[in-house]
């Protein structure tokens, strides 16, 4: 198997992180991607720190391999949920939707591994300064949340920018995707949208049907508006928040109210009238469920062949 720095950093077998997903990255799926060998993660999301105390707990009595925390920094219990990691000996935390700094010293002192999701040079500068261990380099191909740059084009520039590892995410769905994060330079690769359609992945039925059903167009970004732009599949809402957007009548704390609560109605209800489903431009890749191990192995074996012959088409 293919062996990177991310291995060495992170003490896994396989350059894999799983994406920390709201309402979906819980216990059970961090478990089965950390026992495959990957690197799995918990979504600390807006839940308060019992929750995620309980989750943590829950994973370690399902692995004995490692596996991550990823914060929410803009969440209202991020202070709580930071001290948590902390007292029950996380060893890797994931951040998004702001900066670590305010934390990095008691994480530090814990022996804790901190790897922002960045979405620009910017970012990655100040995740660097902030005392980062590794960037997570995502674009906006992927899922959930995203900024402007494709995968392609941010990843080599945030290596360029910043002397720390670069973990590349966003529109990796394949050993062709991980062999070109390699070739451009990351260390490793992490993926959600793949994830999704685990066996071990809790969504609803309906939800991950709409990936496997999924076809190379069926995915937009909404939110643009607000600010906050966030990738989803095309469904009955998604069509009609894109609809209420575009008209300037319509007030922006309308928009932010439909959004309330979408992704959990997605995800625990399949509801298709009032839920987000998140899901990157991947998903038309995606047409079969496998468990998480058949995912990892998969994804290992498909890189190795192809960078083994990446020079056939060379002269």
């Known amino acids: 198997m293919i062996k990177t720095p991310l291995c060495e950093l992170l003490g896994i077998e396989a350059p894999i992180i799983q994406g920390g997903m709201a309402w979906v990255a819980d216990a059970d799926l961090a478990a089965a991607v950390s026992n495959a060998g990957g690197l799995g993660l918990i979504s600390a999301m807006n839940a308060d720190a019992e929750w995620l105390r309980n989750q943590i707990r829950k994973a370690k009595s399902m692995t004995n391999r490692p596996f991550g925390v990823n914060i929410m920094l803009m969440s209202p219990f991020a202070d709580q949920v930071a001290q948590v990691v902390v007292e029950e000996g996380v060893k890797i935390v994931t951040?998004?939707?702001?900066?670590?700094?305010?934390?990095?010293?008691?994480?530090?002192?814990?022996?804790?591994?901190?790897?922002?999701?960045?979405?620009?040079?910017?970012?990655?500068?100040?995740?660097e300064r902030s005392?980062?261990?590794?960037?997570?380099?995502?674009?906006?191909?992927?899922?959930?949340?995203?900024?402007?740059?494709t995968t392609m084009a941010l990843v080599p520039q945030v290596i360029d920018a910043v002397d720390l590892p670069v973990i590349a995410a966003g529109g990796i769905g394949d050993g062709r995707g991980m062999a070109a994060a390699l070739m451009l330079g990351a260390i490793g690769v992490q993926m959600g949208t793949r994830f999704l359609?685990?066996?071990?992945?809790?969504?609803?039925?309906?939800?991950?049907?709409?990936?496997?059903?999924?076809?190379?167009?069926?995915?937009?970004a909404t939110g643009k508006r607000l600010g906050h732009p966030v990738?989803?599949?095309?469904?009955?809402?998604?069509?009609?928040?894109?609809?209420?957007?575009?008209?300037?009548?319509?007030?922006?704390?309308?928009?932010?109210?439909?959004?309330?609560?979408?992704?959990?109605?997605?995800?625990?209800?399949?509801?298709?009238?009032?839920?987000?489903?998140?899901s990157g431009q991947i998903a038309g890749m995606m047409h079969k469920e496998?468990?998480?191990?058949?995912?990892?192995?998969?994804?290992?074996?498909?890189?190795?062949?192809?960078l083994r012959g990446a020079t056939k088409w060379v002269k």
């Open 231 to 278: 990738r989803c599949l095309k469904t009955p809402f998604s069509r009609k928040l894109m609809m209420l957007e575009a008209d300037s009548n319509v007030p922006v704390a309308e928009l932010e109210a439909m959004g309330v609560g979408a992704l959990r109605k997605a995800v625990q209800e399949g509801d298709l009238e009032h839920g987000t489903f998140m």
């Open 131 to 149: 005392g980062a261990s590794a960037v997570i380099a995502e674009g906006c191909e992927s899922g959930g949340h995203i900024g402007e740059l």
């Open 95 to 127: 951040t998004g939707a702001g900066s670590p700094t305010k934390y990095m010293p008691a994480w530090r002192e814990a022996g804790i591994t901190v790897l922002p999701v960045v979405a620009s040079v910017a970012l990655a500068k100040m995740a």
């Open 197 to 220: 359609t685990a066996y071990e992945c809790n969504v609803h039925p309906v939800y991950k049907q709409r990936v496997l059903k999924a076809k190379d167009i069926d995915t937009v």
């Open 290 to 306: 496998q468990s998480c191990a058949d995912i990892i192995r998969e994804m290992m074996t498909e890189t190795e062949e192809i």
